[in-house]
């Protein structure tokens, strides 16, 4: 995105003063940005959440499915027998990343694509005895959108689901971390983004567990 | 051509999945796996062996710079590279630092009738395949000279004929090969390894491609890189919960099998060289 717009000499800056763990917004290495959360923005969503980390923000809203019949159909089953089969089953999580208001060029569609691959697999753990949809849509964006994300729909979660449900499962949150040169840093805005080779993002629920983990990026480690 | 050329005696007699018709694969028997095969009767631990022994084959489509094409068991994945070819053009990459490297772009594709238990497989990429496809760019673009080929694109085009089990570390394989085929320079081989572990279970067992793992288990996969000795991606996707020294322990498991295909994969390169060639192999 903006960042592609870097020149050779900036890149080398940012990556020179990480070695020397001085971030160029000031931050120490593993601190995170300054981070709001907002909840209930929406009247016709089960529960919703937006959350600002720096510039980059996110708006979550979640929805509970309360027709069965829909969802028959959805799957290609027929008559009443599917219906009452429906309400014993437990339903996974589905998410949906929308990125257009960043524009619509591939390079959006593909920060989209991977963030929904992402933040699925965090709930994949998760089950819910109705069909939960999680839309996310991104207002804004200055790296680190999937610890944005997960904290917004991690948040928004916990206020739709029964607390029966939550009590079971701790809802998870990703953290990313991003090496440039031999250092670590975490919360990259995209300048920094743009600079590392590879990162690392895992998710984490309340216990410490892992739910989900995996590396990205053109580089090594 | 194919009828005047003999079949390799190497080849077993009752190898119904071998493809015998192209005969510019050669047979390479990967070392059996120390610790992997339960306490066995004689036929299931051979049977174990021959699971988990790679059949490489390259040079299988006919129109492409590079292919290769890799069993692993029942699975089979075919990989083409086409390019280097016209970078794709786009508003931000008309700055001249954005094309100081080629562009690296995968497809992945199970094919509809490639998966066991879930039917037939759509046309269009789903969610899964796109997944498999960034994960399989991100792993070997650390391996490859990309700075070689300035303002040009690579792409790189992954079919998998048979889904039964360890697909995505098999398409790693299959992938490397196809790009060591194509001439491509690289700066090491990257093979990778998947281990699984059913919800519930304590120990980590090797994938193997027998469509024996069912849907519902934790897998981490490691795409590892044996002369550098780097790891060049790692996915793990859990059913449940996992501690982090459960996740690490199931990485270093994965790391002997990833040598092990490494050193079968390199062997079976350089005797495709022609007997002249060998001499001046790279150590």
Known sequence: LLAQLLSEPERQYIFDSVQD?????????????????????????????????????????????????????QQGSTGSVAVQQQQAVSHPVSVWVDC????????????????????????????????????????????????AASIAAS??????????????????????????????????????ESCSMARVTVGVDSNGRLVACQTCGEGSL | RNSQLPISDHVMPLDRYRNTALVDGIDVRALPLAGDCPAPASEGKQQQQQQQQHWFQR????????????????????????????????????AG??????????????????????GRVSYLPD??????????????????????????????HCLVLEDAGCCLATAVNCACLALVDAGLEMYDLVTAATVCRPVGATD????????????????????????????AGMLVEAAEPLQPREVSAACRICEDPCKMTHSSLRQFLLDCLPADDRTAKIA
Not at chain 1, 44 to 54: I, P, R
Not at chain 1, 157 to 163: D, E, N, Q, V
Not at chain 2, 97 to 118: D, G, N, T
């Open chain 1, 21 to 73: 763990a001085v971030r160029i917004d000031g931050r120490q290495c593993l601190a995170y940005r300054q981070a709001a959360l907002r909840l209930d923005l929406l009247c016709y969503a089960t529960a919703s959440a937006q959350v600002s980390l720096g510039e980059t923000d996110v708006l979550v809203s979640v929805r509970e499915e309360d027709n069965p019949g829909a969802t028959a159909q």
């Open chain 1, 100 to 147: 257009s208001c960043l524009g619509s060029g591939p390079e959006q569609q593909q920060l989209a694509d991977e963030a929904q691959a992402h933040l699925s697999s965090l709930y994949r753990c998760l089950r819910t005895p109705t069909p939960v949809f999680v839309d996310i849509l991104l207002l804004g964006y200055d790296g680190n959108l999937l610890d």
């Open chain 1, 155 to 192: 948040a928004a979660l916990m206020r739709a689901l029964p607390a029966s449900l939550l009590s079971a499962q701790a809802l998870p949150l990703f953290a990313t971390v991003h090496r440039i040169g031999s250092q670590q840093i975490v919360d990259a805005n995209q300048l920094e």
């Open chain 2, 59 to 94: 040079r299988l489509v006919q129109d492409t710079v590079g292919s290769g094409y890799v069993e692993f068991g029942d699975t089979k994945v075919l990989c083409s590279v086409h390019g280097p070819m016209e970078p794709k053009r786009s508003v931000l990459t008309d």
């Open chain 2, 97 to 118: 630092a954005e094309q100081s490297r080629a562009q690296l772009q995968v497809y992945y594709k199970l094919a509809p009738f490639a998966s066991h238990q879930a």
């Open chain 2, 127 to 156: 969610e899964t395949e796109r997944r498999a496809a960034s994960f399989l760019q991100d792993t070997l673009a650390p391996s490859l000279r990309l700075d070689r080929l300035p303002k040009s694109r690579i792409e790189l």
């Open chain 2, 204 to 231: 980590w067992q090797l994938e193997v491609g027998d469509g024996s793992n069912s849907g519902g288990s934790s897998s981490v996969t490691l795409a590892y890189m044996r002369s550098l000795r780097q790891v």
